[in-house]
């Protein structure tokens, strides 16, 4: 079945070029070129990976970003930038987008990160119990749901997957390197700073004190161990 995929861009030469692109690779898409366009079909629609500018009409790809995440979709989200700033893309990952690319990009460094982006953690390979707890965390692999203290907690797909990836490697050192291959499917070298603002953003979301984390651990010089107890390394 072909995925269905929402671009969101303003610039028509560049929706004209990458909608022939990715129609070309089998995918169906739909296009806004506002960030209000975006959210209304966000809401309606079910899509499988949305394609977000940043620089918008009438809301910005940052603010539409954050609406998504707090409406609930966790449908992937790829935001396409022309602004080189670190700072930039931490603000997106933060907000809830999944990846990031830089304008401008080749055609077939977009083709790869949809495609990777695409590839979801099958939450049946996740482990044997339909829900898993440590500390105050509950993950529910059926409906994807992860509450902490009781209460549902919001994060991206690509949170999600790092997430499981973590839970079916409980106890393991995994560098970042493996990380990025695992769960980010990049084979390219890329940096693994991404890496770092995503175990970040998890500590903040599912630690009691973020600071002095006691299940996704940093094992210095070699990478993150995920644990189920309060014990401490490195």
Known sequence: MAKNLLLVEDEPGLVMTLTDLLSAEGYL??????GQTALDLAGQNIFSLIILDVMLPIKNGFDVCRELRQQGIRTPVLMLTARGQVVDKVLGLKLGADDYLTKPFEPLELLARVEALLRRVPTDQTGSAAV???GSVAVDFRTTQVKFHSRRVELSAREYQLL?????NIGTTLSREQLLRKVWDYEAEIQTRTVDVHV???RQKLETDPKNPTHFLTVRGLGYRFVDHAEKSG
């Open 29 to 34: 898409v739909e296009t806004a070129g506002d």
């Open 132 to 134: 898993f707890k440590f």
């Open 200 to 202: 970040a953003l998890l």
């Open 164 to 168: 499981c990836y973590f839970i079916r």
